[in-house]
């Protein structure tokens, strides 16, 4: 079973897979924008999509519950965000 969360105290998306921390995107909130500045995978889980989910799972829950502007200071965020150009009106300029 696969779960997505928001750790607001650890300033942290997280997803979860039977229980156990698949992926997280970590980020710094900075006056009216949010960087996010490391993604991880454990290794024996990389290539499933997992750093993708939480990243969008991420960036939707910014869009829905802040008026923030995000920093992609993680290649991989960058990079997600080049594949997502539909969610480029978020970006911080």
């Given at each position: 079973m696969e779960e997505l969360a928001h750790e607001p105290d650890a300033r942290r998306y997280t997803l979860t897979v039977d229980g156990h921390l698949a992926a997280v995107?970590?980020?710094?909130?900075?006056?009216?924008?949010?960087s996010f500045h490391h993604t991880f995978t454990q290794p024996h889980?990389?290539?499933?999509?997992?750093?993708?989910?939480v990243v969008a799972f991420a960036v939707d829950d910014v869009e829905e519950n802040s008026t923030r502007r995000i920093v992609p200071m993680c290649w991989y965020v960058a990079q997600w965000?080049?594949?997502?150009?539909?969610?480029?009106?978020l970006l911080s300029r």
């Open positions: 995107a970590d980020y710094a909130v900075n006056g009216n924008s949010i889980l990389r290539g499933k999509g997992y750093a993708a989910d965000f080049d594949e997502h150009p539909e969610k480029a009106p």
